[in-house]
C-alpha cells in the first residue's frame, strides 16, 4: 500500500501509561519502528513531545479511550497533528494483543491512511459542553432525590402526589414544610396556596403516620434538593458567563439579564414576525465567518419545543460551524437520531438507531416532546400522523431527528424558524384526503357533494 506519511506515531493510551510506535521510512525506503512507553503525568507527556520532534514526527494518532486521550491531546495539540481515532474502526485481529502491537497497528494504519479522525472541538465549546452535561448530570440527579422523596411519602401514607400535579411546587413544598414542623390538622394544612381549590381530597391526602426516622429522612432529602438547585443556578449562571464572553461585541440575543445578573431565555416559544427575527441577528457575521454562541443560541430557541437550555446543549454538543457536517444528514447520522441500515439478504433486518451522542439525543428527545405538544405547528402534525402509523415512541424519534434537521439549516442560512403550519400534510395530499373523507361518510350513508369555498363565495 502506499505511504502517506514517512514519520508519523501511534499511542496506545492508558490511564498511567502511554505507550508510543513510530514509524519512520528511511531515505532507502525501509521501514523503520522505534516504541517507547511514557507516564500520562505532565512530565511524561512533556517528554513523549520531546522525543516525537526529536524523531521528526509530523502526525499522532490515538484512540479515544475514555477521557484518558484528554491531557494528551491538551499538550500535543499544539505541536503536531493529532487525529482521534474511533476504536471500533481501527480494531485489530483478535491474538497477541499487547499495548506495544496496538501502538504499531495505529501507527501502521496512520502511515497508510487508513484512519478517519473524529470530532474534536475547538476549547471555548468543549468548556461549554462540560458546563451543559454538568447540568444535565445535576437535574438527573435532582429527579432521582424527588423520587427517593416520594417513596418516601409513600411509606408515611401521605398521598400528596395523588391530587397536586408536582411535590416539589410551592404549594406542595409549603404543606409538607408544614407536616414535618410537626402540624397534624388537615384543614390548617390546606389553606396554603392556590391548592385550596381541591380542599376536599387535600384533607384526606394529609392524613399519615410521619415518624421521626422518616422525618429525618424527609429533611435530609428536602436539603439535598435545594442543594442541587443552588448548584444548577450557578452552573446556568457560568453558562451564561461562558456565552456571553464568547459573543462579546456580536448581535445581541432574546436572553435578558435580571436583578442577580445572570442572563435567562424565556422558555417560550417566541411569536415575533419574520422581520422581527431578522432584525434580531443583522449583526451576525457574514457566512465565511462563524456565528457566535449567543446568536446560535437565538436561531435555535425559535424552533418548537426548544428552550434556551436545549438551545445551549445543541450549540455545546455540534457547534455553530455546519461546514464540519457534508449534509443535514450526515449530522444525524453523528449524533445517532436517524433511523439505522440493517440488511442482509436483500431484506431489512432492522432499522433501530445507532449509538451516537446521547446527551444531544436526550435533549432532542425532550425536545421532541415538547413540540408534539404545541399547537397549530407542523411537528405536532408531523407527530400525530406518524403516531397512527407507526406509535408514539418512533414518532418523537421521528421528530428528534426533524428538530435536528432543521436547527442544521437554520445555524447554515442563519434564519430564525418559519413554521410550514399545521396543515402543511393535508394541503400536500389534498385530493387524497377528500377522496378518503367522501368515502368514509358514503359508508355511513350519507350523499357527499364537495364545493370549494370560492365556488361558495361566488
Known amino acids: 500500500m502506499e505511504i502517506m506519511h514517512e514519520c508519523c506515531c501511534g499511542l496506545d493510551v492508558h490511564k498511567q501509561l502511554v505507550v508510543g510506535c513510530v514509524v519512520n521510512v528511511t531515505p532507502s525506503g525501509e521501514r523503520q519502528k522505534e516504541t517507547r512507553s511514557f507516564t500520562t503525568m505532565t512530565a511524561g507527556i512533556l517528554a513523549l513531545a520531546d522525543w516525537l520532534t526529536a524523531a521528526g514526527c509530523t502526525q499522532v494518532a490515538r484512540e479515544s479511550t475514555g477521557v484518558y486521550w484528554?491531557?494528551?491531546?491538551?499538550?500535543?495539540?499544539?505541536?503536531?497533528?493529532?487525529?482521534?481515532?474511533?476504536?471500533?474502526?481501527?480494531?485489530a485481529a483478535p491474538g497477541r494483543k499487547t499495548d506495544v502491537r496496538d501502538a504499531e497497528w495505529i501507527a501502521d494504519l496512520?502511515?497508510?491512511?487508513?484512519?478517519?479522525?473524529?470530532?474534536?472541538?475547538?476549547?471555548?465549546?468543549?468548556?461549554?459542553?462540560?458546563l451543559t452535561r454538568s447540568r444535565t448530570t445535576l437535574l438527573a440527579e435532582r429527579a432521582r432525590v424527588i423520587n427517593r422523596l416520594q417513596k418516601v411519602l409513600e411509606d408515611t401514607n401521605l398521598k400528596l402526589s395523588a391530587v397536586a400535579t408536582t411535590i416539589v411546587g410551592l404549594c406542595a413544598r409549603a404543606m409538607l414544610a408544614a407536616v414535618l414542623e410537626g402540624e397534624t390538622n388537615p384543614q390548617a394544612l390546606v389553606s396554603r396556596g392556590k391548592l385550596r381549590a381541591k380542599r376536599a381530597q387535600l384533607e384526606q391526602a394529609l392524613v399519615g403516620q410521619v415518624g421521626a426516622q422518616q422525618r429525618f429522612v424527609l429533611n435530609s432529602q428536602w436539603a439535598h434538593i435545594d442543594f442541587v438547585d443552588e448548584q444548577v443556578a450557578q452552573c446556568d449562571a457560568q453558562i451564561e458567563r461562558l456565552i456571553i464572553e464568547e459573543s462579546a461585541g456580536d448581535a445581541p440575543s432574546s436572553a435578558s439579564p435580571t436583578s442577580d445578573g445572570v442572563t435567562r431565555h424565556d422558555d417560550a416559544h417566541p411569536s415575533s414576525t419574520a422581520s422581527t427575527a431578522l432584525e434580531q441577528v443583522k449583526g451576525a457575521p457574514p457566512l465565511s465567518l462563524p456565528l457566535s454562541f449567543q446568536q446560535a443560541v437565538w436561531l435555535l430557541d425559535t424552533l418548537p419545543g426548544v428552550n434556551g437550555r436545549i438551545a445551549q446543549i445543541i450549540v455545546a454538543e455540534v457547534g455553530v460551524e455546519m461546514q464540519r457536517f457534508p449534509s443535514?444528514?450526515?449530522?444525524?447520522?453523528?449524533?445517532?437520531?436517524?433511523?439505522?441500515?440493517?440488511?442482509?439478504?436483500?431484506?431489512?433486518?432492522?432499522?433501530?438507531?445507532?449509538?451516537?451522542?446521547r446527551w444531544l439525543r436526550q435533549a432532542l428527545i425532550e425536545a421532541a416532546h415538547g413540540a408534539m405538544r404545541t399547537k397549530d405547528t407542523y411537528l405536532r402534525a408531523q407527530g400525530q400522523r406518524l403516531t397512527r402509523r407507526r406509535g408514539k415512541k418512533r414518532a418523537v424519534v421521528a421528530v428528534a431527528h426533524s428538530l435536528l434537521i432543521m436547527a442544521y439549516h437554520l445555524l447554515q442560512r442563519r434564519e430564525p424558524y418559519q413554521d410550514r403550519g399545521s396543515n402543511y400534510f393535508d394541503e400536500r395530499e389534498r385530493g387524497a384526503i377528500a377522496r378518503q373523507s367522501v368515502r368514509r361518510l358514503e359508508r355511513l350513508g350519507f350523499q357527499v357533494t364537495l364545493h370549494t369555498a370560492e365556488a361558495d363565495l361566488a
Open 70 to 91: 484528554k491531557p494528551i491531546w491538551n499538550l500535543l495539540a499544539g505541536r503536531f497533528e493529532v487525529l482521534l481515532v474511533n476504536a471500533q474502526h481501527i480494531k
Open 110 to 130: 496512520l502511515q497508510h491512511g487508513l484512519v478517519r479522525p473524529s470530532f474534536v472541538p475547538p476549547r471555548p465549546q468543549r468548556e461549554l459542553r462540560e
Open 328 to 357: 443535514a444528514g450526515h449530522r444525524a447520522s453523528w449524533v445517532g437520531i436517524c433511523p439505522g441500515n440493517h440488511q442482509s439478504a436483500g431484506k431489512q433486518v432492522t432499522g433501530r438507531t445507532r449509538k451516537g451522542d
